[in-house]
């Protein structure tokens, strides 16, 4: 339901009806200066960012940095509340969404004890809209609809067409456009109760970008049209940039690259006086592909150049993948294929990094991995919703019941895969899961019997000792200046200290503890060359000082145990352990000149050594090479992440 051209020459009209964000930022800030007391400060510092927010987020950051500080010294909880709240809007518009996200969750629980049924409703809707930004879409979907409930049951017209055009955006990315567009159409209703015209500008550009992606490129651009007339007689210069980018980008799908550069161009220097990267980056993207499509590859290049060290400073890896691949279509038409290859090679790595990330997600967190794949199962189901539909539509046109036929194939072929899909995960997940429990399980056990055996081999014996000493005195007291049993006693007693300093030491050596990773594997080093005819080196680059105790223990045990099986069983003559750390990584290699081992035999034979070395190792999330064969000796090459 767009609203007709006489009609947008009425409401230009209204304009003086309803307050500007310039002329009302400007009247609130005469306030400021005339103020009296932090209270009245406090509030008005409040009222400015919200008016600034969506034009000047930039510029709203700092009234809401001047509204924290006042609230706390006022000790106002409801002012604290209000910038959480600010806080959390400007990080979404930011781009920033795991930190709106974290601050949302903290206003929805300062506000939810209270009787402020309008503050519940906006926790509800920026926590919806945060989560839709993520692509959450469920978690989106239910605090969307409670924030709607509350607001239509107070009569919020204003959040409640905010909130419809969350929806519309949502139902759009879930292809469900017949309730995107009666979202957009309901919150259009709400915009003109509350006479907020102003608005109409957001959810036009909605609309205009359903269409866009329905392929309906001539229904699309009036609303981005009249969206942007809106915004410039409202002075909305965020709402400017976004409907001229998306006027853009129409015409550069039609190919009319002239006007494309005109409306990406002034989409850029608006985005530049607001100072949010991440749009700016974006405006630089646009460019880029108008250039390129120019064949002015130079100045392609510059653009996508600029976009890549923005995407970069701001971690949008996503972002910044897609420059890979447009810069490696710039070298490929410059004929330098060398580095149309690098880039390209850049992008698939990240690419199957982002592939492994989101598998590792899985795995991990059950929770995200069960809310993505009902997102995933509802889009799928959706785009076969939609495949089905155009296909019986085109069907029926051409009364072939051959291309029917055809579609019901296609679409039961993609369930089928679809579920294959989500069964081999599920299925990797409990394989995983079950490998890891065993191993710890395995290596716990192991240990246990270890200490069981030294106790009761070493200490146990020593004390039974004693005990028939010291029982032997009763028993002999006529001739106890002979047996000389205290003597032989205190012998004992310190033979047992010393098993169990052994002991505690193979435990946790207090070395490790006082001095650091360095001096117990000097320490580790020295008791293997006075105890085994080996010879042995350590060698070590790098600063291991700041290293994380988790690091420490574990790479100090894999040491312990690499060598001890060496000792035990390679029969080696030599052994060299090595530790060398840099910015990122920690690498340890240790390589002996014994008799080696044929790998894939020792781990059928269930080696526990080598499954705890391997379960240590992806503990730490690291990577370990084992390089055996028999009487070739043995290396182990271990690489741990480290983040400090």
Same mark, same amino acid.
């Given at each position: ?57 930039? !510029? ?65 809707y ?6 839709l ?6 978690? !989106? ?34 292809y469900?456009?017949?309730?995107s ?22 959810i ?14 001539h229904?699309a ?8 007339a ?9 709402a ?24 990406h ?8 006086k ?115 539909? &155009? !296909? ?55 240990? &246990?019997?270890?200490i ?18 010291i ?10 200046s ?6 032989e ?21 207090a ?26 080196h ?6 291991f ?15 312990q ?26 690498a ?49 090459h271990?690489?741990i992440?480290?983040?400090?």
């Amino acid at each position: 339901m767009r609203i007709p051209s006489l009609l947008l020459c009425i409401i230009s009209c209204s304009f003086t009806l309803t307050a500007q964000t310039g002329q009302l930022t400007d009247s609130l800030r005469t306030e400021l200066l005339q103020a009296t007391s932090d209270q009245q400060r406090s509030s008005l510092h409040d009222a400015i960012a919200s008016d600034l927010v969506y034009a000047d987020p930039v !510029a709203a950051l700092r009234h809401v940095d001047t509204l924290a500080t006042l609230a706390e010294s006022l000790g106002d909880e409801d002012l604290q509340r209000r910038a959480t709240y600010q806080y959390s809007v400007i990080y979404r518009l930011q781009g920033d969404y795991e930190k709106a996200l974290e601050l949302q969750r903290e206003y929805a629980t300062m506000i939810e004890d209270t009787d402020d049924s309008s503050g519940i409703a906006m926790a509800y809707y920026q926590l919806g809209a945060n989560l839709l930004r993520m692509d959450q879409y469920e978690s !989106a979907s239910v605090n969307l609809q409670k924030a709607l409930d509350y607001a239509e049951r107070i009569s919020d017209n204003t959040l409640a067409y905010k909130i419809l055009n969350g929806l519309g955006i949502l139902y759009k990315n879930l292809y469900q456009h017949e309730k995107s567009l009666a979202a957009y159409e309901k919150a259009i209703d709400y915009c003109m109760l509350t006479g907020d015209t102003a608005s109409l500008a957001i959810i036009y550009n909605g609309i205009g970008i359903l269409y866009k992606e329905m392929d309906s490129l001539h229904l699309a651009l009036p609303y981005f049209q009249d969206g942007l007339a809106i915004a410039e007689k409202t002075g909305n210069l965020a709402a400017v940039a976004s409907q001229s980018r998306n006027i853009g980008l129409i015409h550069f799908q039609n190919g009319e690259l002239d006007l494309a550069e005109q409306y990406h161009e002034r989409a850029l220097e608006i985005r530049q006086k607001q100072g949010v990267k991440l749009h700016i980056a974006g405006s630089y993207h646009d460019l880029g592909e108008v250039n390129l499509a120019r064949g002015q590859l130079d100045q392609a290049e510059n653009y996508f150049l600029q976009a890549l060290d923005i995407f970069t400073d701001i971690n949008a890896l996503i972002s910044e993948n897609t420059i890979y691949k447009q810069l490696a279509k710039v070298y490929e038409a410059k004929g330098d294929y060398r580095q149309s290859n690098d880039y390209l090679t850049r992008f698939y790595a990240i690419h199957d990094s982002l592939k492994d990330n989101d598998l590792r997600e899985k795995i991990n967190e059950l929770d995200i991995q069960y809310e993505t794949a009902r997102k995933d199962s509802e889009l799928a189901s959706q785009r076969l919703a939609i495949t089905k539909n &155009r !296909a019986q539509r085109n069907l029926f046109m051409i009364g072939s019941g051959a291309l029917l036929l055809l579609a019901w194939f296609l679409i039961y072929r993609n369930q089928q895969s679809k579920r294959l899909a989500s069964a081999q995960i599920e299925n990797l997940e409990k394989q995983q899961k079950l490998l890891a429990l065993d191993y710890m399980v395995q290596g716990q056990e192991e240990e &246990r019997k270890r200490i069981a055996r030294d106790l009761h081999d070493g200490l146990g014996s020593l004390l039974a000792s004693v005990r028939q000493k010291i029982k032997s005195i009763q028993g002999q007291i006529d001739s106890l200046s002979e047996m000389n049993v205290p003597v032989e006693a205190e012998k004992l007693i310190g033979k047992a200290y010393d098993e169990v300093r052994r002991i505690s030491h193979d435990m946790m050596p207090a070395s490790l503890v006082s001095l650091g990773l360095v001096d117990a594997v000097e320490d580790l080093v020295a008791d293997l060359r006075s105890s085994h005819a080996l010879r042995i080196h350590f060698h070590q680059v790098g600063n291991f000082a700041d290293l994380p105790d988790k690091i420490k223990i574990n790479v100090y045990r894999l040491i312990q145990e690499i060598t001890a099986n060496a000792v035990k069983h390679a029969e080696a003559n030599e052994l060299t352990v090595t530790i060398e750390r840099d910015s990122r990584t920690l690498a340890l290699s240790i390589t002996d000149d014994g008799k080696g081992f044929d790998y894939d035999e020792a781990t059928q034979h269930n080696g526990l050594g080598l499954k705890n070395i391997e379960s240590r190792v992806k503990y730490l999330e690291g990577e370990v090479v084992i390089d055996s064969k028999p009487g070739k000796g043995t290396a182990f090459h271990i690489a741990i992440p480290v983040r400090v």
